[in-house]
Nanobody, 120 residues
Framework: QVQLVESGGGLGQPGGSLTLSCAASGSIFKILEMGWYRQAPGKQRELVARIRSGDSTNYADSVKGRFTISRDNAKNTTSLQMNSLKPDDTAVYYC??????????????WGQGTQVTVSS
């Protein structure tokens, strides 16, 4: 079993910055991908950013140039640096990870979510 624990959410001001972190623990053979999704009230969960084992990244158009995802393979962590925050960034942010097993299977895990509110 794998656990993902997010931290770093809270209140940010428009134009300000916040950093989210996510730590994976448990029975981990290989992390293939880690990512951040968000869900605003009344909206579907959407991809924010993801980073693969080769460090290739994808970003939602709405956050390109403002958010940066990174990972520390040795610590099984990922971070999301969020700059130039906008009220539209307000949402619950979820970390996820695709974990590969030694037998070749893959499993998707989610964190519990952390609230980010952007308001003056």
């Amino acid at each position: 079993q794998v656990q993902l624990v997010e931290s770093g959410g809270g209140l940010g001001q428009p134009g300000g910055s916040l950093t989210l972190s996510c730590a994976a623990s448990g029975s981990i053979f290989k992390i293939l991908e880690m990512g951040w999704y968000r869900q605003a009230p009344g909206k579907q969960r959407e991809l924010v950013a993801r980073i693969r084992s080769g460090d290739s990244t994808n970003y939602a158009d709405s956050v390109k140039g403002r958010f940066t995802i990174s990972r520390d393979n040795a610590k099984n962590t990922t971070s999301l640096q969020m700059n130039s925050l906008k009220p539209d960034d307000t949402a619950v942010y979820y970390c996820n990870a695709i974990i590969g097993t030694i037998a070749g299977y893959t499993y998707l895990y989610w964190g519990q979510g952390t609230q980010v509110t952007v308001s003056s």
